[in-house]
């Protein structure tokens, strides 16, 4: 069992930067491929990017393709998203999200495929 915890969130003005943090318990967090979602209010979840288990694969939408940026230290069971040139439209809760137990090259953009989901982070950009 995989328990999330983000956090880094706050209030931003458009074309800042932030980065956000999720922890991860255990040691299967290495095993895991891990994702980030984001849900604006009366907006449905939306896929933000994902890393595979050893931190080797990345992937983004296009809508975030060249200002965000995933990395992982396994060693600290820590997962990052690194946000540049914010937009307002970036405003939303984010969550943090594990597979669990990947293969060493799985990856996915459905969340229905996430086995643990952290609480969210806040992140509002102003204009």
């Known amino acids: 069992q995989v328990q999330l915890v983000e956090s880094g969130g706050g209030l931003v003005q458009a074309g800042g930067s932030l980065r956000l943090s999720c922890a991860a318990s255990?040691?299967?967090?290495?095993?895991?491929?891990m994702g980030w979602f984001r849900q604006a209010p009366g907006k449905e979840r939306e896929f933000v990017g994902t890393?595979?288990?050893?931190?080797?694969?990345?992937y983004y939408p296009d809508s975030v393709k060249g200002r965000f940026t995933i990395s992982r230290d396994n060693a600290k069971n820590t997962v990052y998203l690194q946000m540049n040139s914010l937009k307002p439209e970036d405003t939303a809760v984010y969550y943090c999200?594990?597979?669990?137990?990947?293969?060493?090259?799985?990856?996915?953009?459905?969340?229905?495929?996430?086995?643990?989901w952290g609480q969210g982070t806040q992140v509002t950009v102003s204009s």
């Open positions: 999200a594990a597979v669990l137990f990947s293969t060493a090259y799985y990856y996915t953009d459905d969340s229905k495929k996430y086995d643990y």
């Open positions: 255990g040691r299967s967090f290495s095993s895991c491929a």
């Open positions: 890393v595979t288990r050893s931190g080797g694969f990345t």
